[in-house]
């Protein structure tokens, strides 16, 4: 693997702060009740929001990194556009699993609950989004990465 060059810097600025923003805010989020910041019992709205950002973060960083790989002048494969659609994807269905009590598709909207809530079904739907964002960043590298040179073939 050929080593980047220097033009290609500020990507990879951009790519650790997305990653260590995304971090923070993603930790923050899951450990919000131990450090003393949670506003409701639960996981409630604020943390999802926070948890949804960081990983909207983290998946920018992700895809900031494949493309700085990528050989100049080589545009993206037909699965690196496919990679990109399906970790967006994934990322879509993050938001609406995460946030399906606020949109009107969730299962705890009725009168029984004063708050929205993050229950099984939203995390398994929020799980089901985090692997197809994956297997999507997957593609999208695989598509981006240098290809082997060929071996020299005798003339005859």
Not at 5 to 27: H, K
Not at 60 to 66: D, K, Q, T
Not at 109 to 126: A, E, Y
């Amino acid at each position: 693997m050929s080593r980047p060059s220097e033009s290609t810097r500020p990507t990879l600025n951009l790519s650790l702060g997305l990653l260590i923003g995304g971090g923070a805010c993603v930790s923050i989020s899951i450990w919000a009740d131990a450090i003393g910041l949670d506003l409701t019992p639960g996981f409630g709205l604020m943390q999802t929001l926070g948890l949804l950002v960081g990983i909207t973060m983290i998946t920018g960083a992700g895809f900031a990194l494949v493309i700085r790989w990528r050989p100049p002048g080589r545009k993206g494969s037909l699965l690196a556009d496919v990679g990109v659609r399906m970790g967006l994807t994934g990322l879509l269905a993050c938001y609406v699993a995460g946030l399906a009590d606020m949109i009107g598709v969730g299962t705890h909207r009725g009168p029984g609950f004063t708050r929205p809530f993050l229950g099984p079904l939203q995390l398994g739907g929020f799980a089901i989004g985090l692997l197809i964002l994956g297997v999507g960043l997957l593609m999208y590298w695989l598509g981006n990465r240098a290809e082997a040179p060929e071996p020299d073939s005798p003339e005859t």
